[in-house]
């Protein structure tokens, strides 16, 4: 032969060499298979090291070697064993439908230690048994109805899938039990109808359970029984009434902003229809109270004086978010209650009278009188005679105020005498004291960290974890609302009331592995809102949902006629971004080849027989497929071909012309 080698430059150079081979006379023949393929079938709950199937290959004539059997493609997995000596394949693990139907394998048979073999295929179908009950995607749901919806009306639809084939796989629904015979079932799609109208002043509620049955025999039923409820579509036909009381009373001294009362109100229709709102309509025209229209809270506005009013009726309206909205009212009525804050002043500044000498004690002077504007105990007045000249001549009736004398008098002894009625500024009454909350205890989470792991395929709106926090103070003081800080990267929500996290879009392993934020437990106070912060780290767990992915397809390959066997003439690169087994890649020659062998770790596609030509090309079909339960599989198409084509390389025309501006920016077009 005249080898050529030609380097690759303007002007190439080139230098020949002459190649001197010598063939020996050697006649290796193969044991040639009885058949090109084999077909056999083995049910997929087959036990351990059971028998499929034999395949046979012939000796040529007058051979003294014995005829071996080995399986080289088609079971990355080890499930499959072969009998060297007799061809028998049998089971060496547990097979499943499910995951893998069909098999086909790739049996060598070989004579002695003699480098030449032939290679058959083998067709393994792992035939369905019924070892799957359906499963239902969701465990429950919701759906809102209208009492207008006529018969016949589909409502929801009920989705289970079995992983099993054919009959043992066909899924027939049923409604298991139900709190009403307004509904029915088509046994093979699943969708729910209406049989009659449904009145939300009946039943609000309704909850049917729906049962999944497959076609096999014995038939699996699902465990998992899917509750949907049906709720009845509210119209806005019940008003407001009120449950708190029409009459109250504060005190007239408490401070602006006292809670004098809780007005509250009911609706029983459901979402806005039932939301009630509060609102004074007369009887605060000097703005004496203001009414929190949210939670109905009345508190003073001013400072109140009995004395001045003693009693305020109110006319307030509950009314509901409707459309039309509907109200109620109620006359509230408040009672100022006195405190002792007034002083008892007398009807005169003055009071004059004359007595007659010489008479016996006991004779009535006057009567003096005061008023005192509080009310009860507090107006209740006592006189006196305060201590001065004369005054022991003279007594006072304390209840009643009369003045009599207390001694025999004498004109000449003493003409005139001036005493000084003093009321007493007392009162008794029996004390309530309520000792109010003070906002002096933060809320306290169950944890001090919170971490979970999540596997990545989780639905929107999937609950992944529920957080709880206590506060011991009381009232809203005590009653706590939940909220994130940091970035969740839109993948999370949590529930303000209940403390539950859920995602809020799908989830990517791949994209981003953790998240890490912040939960806010805060109560309610109106004043100074204490709160309390957690940390929460989310793992997002690994499952096997991207492709192997080739590095280049197809893939071009110049083989020299003259390659030596057993040498590797191109290796095939794929990667998957998945972890673990599900990112494991193991490559395979979808069909069966002889020439060519994959090497199924490293991609490595190496000859194992010489090149029939010069001109020789073939087309190999490569699969790289992970090592997941669910395996994931990529092709290739590998060309290769013993005479290199050359390409030219030309430009489309011949000549190029262009017009720029004058004066024109660097790097413009």
Known sequence: LTVSARDGGGLPSASNAAVTVNVLQTVLVPAIFERSRYSFSVPEDAPE?????????????NSLEVVSYRICSGDPHGKFSIDPQFGIIRTKKQLDHEAQ?????????????????SSTQVNISVTDINDNPPVFLTKSDKVTISHTQPPGTAVYIAHAEDKDSGLNGAIKYSIASTQSDAFSIDPSLGVINLTRTVLAEKQQEYTLHIAAEDCGSPPLTSLLIAAAKLLCYDINDNSPSFMSSPLSYVMEDVEVG??????????????????VTYHILSGNENKAFVLD???????????LDREVQERY?????????????????????IIVLDVNDETPGFLKQLYETAVHENRDPGEFVIRVEAVDRDAGLNSLLQYEILPGAGYEKFKMNSDSGELVTAASLDRETQEVFSIKGSPSRSSTAQLYLTV????????????TQYQISVTEDLEEGSAILDLSASDEDAGLNGEIMYSLIDDTYGAFAINSVTGSIITTKALDRETKSQYTFRAVA?????????????????????????????????IRVFVPAETAVNETVTTVRAEDVDLGSNGAIVFNLMMAETVFQINVKTGDIILREPLASKAFSTQLLVTASDQGITPRTATAVVIIFTEEQEEVISF????????????SAAGGH
């Not at 090291?49 to 004539?61: F, H, N, Q, Y």
């Not at 006292?258 to 939301?275: C, M, S, T, W």
């Open 293 to 303: 229209k949210i939670t109905g809270l009345l508190t003073t506005a001013q400072f």
């Open 436 to 447: 109010l909350d003070e906002n002096d205890h933060s809320p306290l989470f169950v944890k």
């Open 522 to 554: 805060s109560d309610c106070s109106t004043h100074f809102p204490r709160s309390t912060t957690v940390s929460v780290v989310v793992h997002i767990d690994d499952v096997n949902d991207n492709d192997p992915v080739f590095l280049q397809n197809p």
């Open 49 to 61: 090291d059971s028998m499929i199937g034999t395949v046979k290959a012939r000796e040529p004539p």
């Open 101 to 117: 139907s069909v098999v086909v394998l790739t049996v060598q048979s070989q004579l002695g230690d003699s480098p030449v073999y």
């Open 652 to 663: 489309s025309h011949s000549l190029y012309e262009a017009s720029v501006p004058e004066n």
């Open 258 to 275: 006292f809670l004098v009362h809780h007005i509250i109100a009911k609706d029983p229709d459901e979402g806005r229809n039932g939301q």
């Open 313 to 333: 009726s109110l006319t307030v309206i509950a009314l509901d978010d409707g459309s039309p909205a509907l109200s109620a009212t109620q006359i509230l009525t």
